[in-house]
């Protein structure tokens, strides 16, 4: 087994879902986290040696990979949660790159401070994004008739669906929409009960994102 | 050989790096350009209200990576392993970076604050971007960004970096010298040349 070692702040952020496979995987990685603050001096240090200057890494044997799609496709495929073939594997990162626009989409809810324009952005978005975005994968998941949303394991698509959807449930996100849309709600309890990943969430560091 | 079509507007835009990989490995698809009408109509059909689709034998792909991922594969393009496989990841994550800190820019149309933004724009994100795409490209010391072959991220990177070289900075561009004789490399690949040359002329 290589040496992982992954670097990112310490919060969730855009390393859960990798730190979500190791988890799920078994795998022993180092999992570095620096602190989250503008002027940190290790961040400040560390940042021209990346290759983007920017987190997270993924060191392999001490090769340095940035991105962190690719990242996640690169673990995907070494751990085993690419799919069963080339096609699972397409659609296994589509779905990824589609709660990545969706996460993208929720963020200005996440930068707006006035708490009234705050509540109006969060309304549009449960109408305008995230009701379809279930919409859809509901379907998505009564087609594939395995409780998973590619083929008939844990694929990488559902590590990041999930995380994703745990952090709104958790932070009263869209509550509507999860109460009309039964099976993401079944989904997310499916992955969270994974034994695995409920160790790793318990012990894990609590952060707020 | 499975029936390709790819669905996408009447633009180069976010398909073009498909078309790319279509046309550096000789391979025929439909390459299927819709009216604005068209799209409206077709748009419920799509896995998530957005294009490029690919469908491949009448099976559905969104999501430009996937399925740029999913060809190359399929057609040797995709680097010499997983770990090149990677490499080519990242260097197309770091090119959607900067698409989004391009968007805003695209989107003005106040000629003045245009031309702010774009001034802006070269001297924080797009400089800076380009000396690092300089750094990869030449310490991978073959003329291409990944291995030593052309893989599907020199026609993702020629098309990307043609809006620099082209419309938004030239002349910084030029200051990019490794850079600019990439461009010409991959442009001049005979598949790709010929690509260029009977494409349809659109602005975007």
């Keep these: 087994m290589p040496h992982y070692k992954l670097t990112y702040f310490d919060i969730m952020g855009l390393a859960e879902p990798i730190r979500l496979m190791f988890a799920q995987a078994g795998v ?15 961040w400040e240090k560390l940042k021209p040696t990346t290759p983007h200057c920017q987190l997270p890494i993924l060191e392999v044997d001490g090769k340095v990979l940035a991105q962190s799609v690719a990242i996640s496709n690169y673990l995907a495929k070494k751990l085993g949660f690419d799919g069963q073939n080339e096609w699972e594997s397409a659609k296994a990162q589509e779905l990824v790159q589609a ?10 809810w996440r930068k ?24 859809r994968h509901e379907k998505f998941l009564a087609k594939n008739g395995s409780g998973y949303f590619v083929g008939s394991h844990v694929t990488q698509a559902d590590l990041h669906i999930f995380n994703t959807l745990q952090w709104w449930q958790n932070n009263h996100l869209f509550t ?30 609590k952060t707020a994102v | 050989m499975p029936h390709y079509k790819l669905t996408y507007l009447n633009m180069m835009g976010r398909a073009e790096h498909i078309r790319l990989i279509f046309a550096q490995a000789g391979v025929e698809y439909e390459d299927n350009r819709l009216t604005q009408e068209e799209w409206a109509a077709f748009k419920s059909k799509t896995p998530f209200g957005q294009i490029p689709v690919l469908e491949v034998d009448g099976k559905m792909l969104a999501q430009t990576g996937a399925i740029t991922t999913y060809l190359a594969k399929q057609f040797g393009l995709n680097g010499k392993d997983d770990w090149e496989a990677a490499k080519i990841q990242q260097l197309n994550g770091g090119t959607e970076d900067l698409i989004a800190q391009v968007i805003p820019w695209f989107r003005e149309q106040d000629l003045e604050k245009k031309k702010e933004l774009a001034d802006k724009l070269v001297a924080e994100h797009v400089t800076p971007w380009l000396q690092r795409y300089e750094k990869f490209l030449t310490d991978n010391g073959t003329g291409y960004f990944v291995g030593n072959s052309v893989t599907q991220i020199d026609l993702g990177l020629l098309q990307f970096m043609g809006l620099f070289s082209h419309v938004l900075c030239p002349e910084t561009f030029k200051k990019f010298p490794e850079l600019c004789k990439f461009m010409e490399r991959i442009a001049s690949l005979p598949n790709i040349a010929a690509w260029i040359q009977k494409r349809p002329k659109t602005d975007h």
């Design chain 1, 112 to 135: 707006e401070e006035d708490e009234k324009k705050k509540a109006e952005i969060l309304k549009k978005l449960e109408h305008d994004v995230v009701t379809p975005y279930f919409d």
């Design chain 1, 28 to 42: 022993e990685y180092e999992n570095v986290m620096i602190p989250d603050e503008d002027d940190d001096p290790t």
């Design chain 1, 99 to 108: 709660i990545n626009d969706v996460r993208q989409q929720v963020r200005a």
């Design chain 1, 176 to 205: 509507e929409a999860f109460k009309n849309h039964p099976k993401i709600g079944e989904f997310v309890e499916k992955i969270a009960n994974l034994p695995n990943i409920k160790k790793w969430i318990e012990k894990r560091p």
